[in-house]
């Protein structure tokens, strides 16, 4: 029997991949409002990291002037998808600080089941320091998305409801229970 598992089959694989193509052809630094957000914990990215700089500065020609790889990545946004304990997690906190990491199931890839021990896996995890994983990926998705955010709170900052808007039930609670 022949399984295939070539590379472009890995979801870990194509997000290094594709942070390493947005790094190096510069579209990072010319793009700085898009707000990235990258599947299963940035992949391989944590352990590849300092190697892409290497390319960066030495067969790319960027220059010590530029951001470096390292100031690149820490302005993108990281989820949980996939198994990210014991091992992917702590990586990417070291690598990039956990300012920047999200939950994330693969739901609807991942049947339901799945999907539940991702979570269990989560919780059981070595929680951050003074914190947990649910309370830290909720604050993080908060600053991602204020506005959903000031939605779930009750209006939206700056805007009143509109006297449609007071009739239709609230958004449904996407918060983790």
Same mark, same amino acid.
């Given at each position: 029997m022949?399984?295939?598992?070539?590379?472009?089959?890995s979801a870990g694989l194509r997000s290094t991949r594709?942070?390493?193509?947005?790094?190096?052809?510069?579209?990072?630094?010319?793009?700085?409002?898009?707000? /990235?957000v990258f599947t299963?914990?940035?992949?391989?990215?944590?352990?590849?990291?300092?190697?892409?700089?290497?390319?960066?500065?030495?067969l790319f020609g960027g220059n010590h002037h530029e951001p470096s790889v390292q100031q690149q990545v820490t302005r993108l946004w990281f989820d949980l998808a996939g198994t990210p304990f014991p091992r992917q997690v702590p990586a990417l906190i070291d690598a990039f600080?956990?300012?920047?990491?999200?939950?994330?199931?693969?739901?609807? /890839?991942?049947?339901?089941?799945?999907?539940s021990q991702q979570i269990a896996a989560i919780d059981t995890?070595?929680?951050?320091?003074?914190d947990t994983w649910r309370a830290l990926t909720t604050r993080n998705a908060a600053r991602l998305l204020p506005l959903t955010a000031a939605i779930?709170?009750?209006?939206?900052?700056?805007?009143?409801?509109s006297p449609s808007s007071t009739k239709t039930p609230p958004p449904p609670d996407v918060r983790w229970r």
């Open positions: 022949v399984i295939d598992v070539s590379l472009r089959r594709t942070v390493s193509d947005l790094v190096l052809t510069g579209t990072l630094t010319r793009y700085p409002n898009i707000e /990235w299963h914990g940035g992949g391989t990215l944590p352990l590849l990291a300092e190697r892409m700089e290497l390319v960066r500065t030495m600080g956990a300012d920047r990491l999200l939950y994330g199931s693969d739901y609807c /890839w991942t049947p339901a089941a799945g999907v995890a070595v929680p951050p320091d003074n779930q709170r009750g209006s939206p900052p700056g805007r009143r409801p």
